[in-house]
């Protein structure tokens, strides 16, 4: 079975801190992709990536930044974590461009 | 954003009736996919349609695509009370080269009571 694993399930954080998301899988998928997930909103793309060291800015990129240095891992970066960045957050992996999209569990992020 | 929309955004009918939910997009696609959530989980992959395919089955789930309307329908036949949950549609679009957004709809939330 494919799996997608993240870092944490719960994560409180000051205003400021800079925060690191983890993301891991281990069937060797080119693309990762980071999502914030909000009531109402759906699911938000943030970034992507295609192949290591490779990043494309989904939708709304602005007070994050990725990381990929390994394929199998895929970085979320909050600079400078702010209140409006309390959000579940979803990482998500596939194997090409054509094909479905694996989840990992999420992170529910608090910043207080 | 080419964030697509599930209409409705909820749905509350009975075990054994048929649910049927939304998605348009606003973009040319490759594929349309539906996903499914569980409370405060990750999303689970139900099943793909391609940009020319107008329809698809699988078990109690039938997928249409109108690619000339830009929308897609997820049909659950004969509902239970497990299949409670939220349901996402998914839009794979390719940019340039190898690059490929995967964006999802605003969801809807089905819930089947006993």
């Known amino acids: 079975d494919v799996k997608v694993t993240q870092s944490s399930r719960y994560l409180v954080k000051r205003t400021g801190e800079k925060v690191f998301l983890e993301c891991v899988q281990d069937m060797d998928h080119e693309n990762m992709f980071w999502y914030r997930q909000d009531p109402g909103l759906g699911l938000r793309l943030i970034y992507f990536s295609y192949d290591v060291k490779m990043k494309e800015k989904g939708d709304i990129p602005e007070g994050y930044s990725v990381s990929r240095e390994k394929k199998e891992r895929f970085s979320l970066i909050l600079e400078s974590a702010s209140t409006n960045q309390t959000s579940m957050y979803l990482c998500a992996s596939s194997q090409n461009r054509g094909t479905e999209a694996f989840f990992g569990q999420g992170t529910r992020l608090t910043v207080v | 954003s080419q964030q697509g929309e599930e209409d409705p955004q909820a749905l509350s009918i009975q075990e054994g009736e048929n649910a049927t939910m939304n998605c348009s997009y606003k973009?040319?696609?490759?594929?349309l996919q539906w996903y499914r959530q569980n409370s405060g989980r990750g999303l689970v992959h139900l099943i793909l349609?391609?940009?020319?395919?107008r329809e698809k089955h699988s078990g109690r789930l039938r997928v249409t695509l109108d690619t000339s309307k830009k929308s897609s329908s997820l049909l659950i036949t004969a509902s239970r009370a497990a299949d409670t949950a939220s349901y996402f549609c998914?839009?794979?679009?390719?940019?340039?080269?190898?690059?490929?957004?995967?964006?999802f709809g605003t969801g809807t939330r089905l819930q089947v009571t006993l």
């Open positions: 998914a839009n794979r679009i390719s940019n340039t080269g190898t690059a490929s957004k995967l964006t």
């Open positions: 973009t040319s696609i490759n594929n």
């Open positions: 349609i391609r940009s020319n395919e």
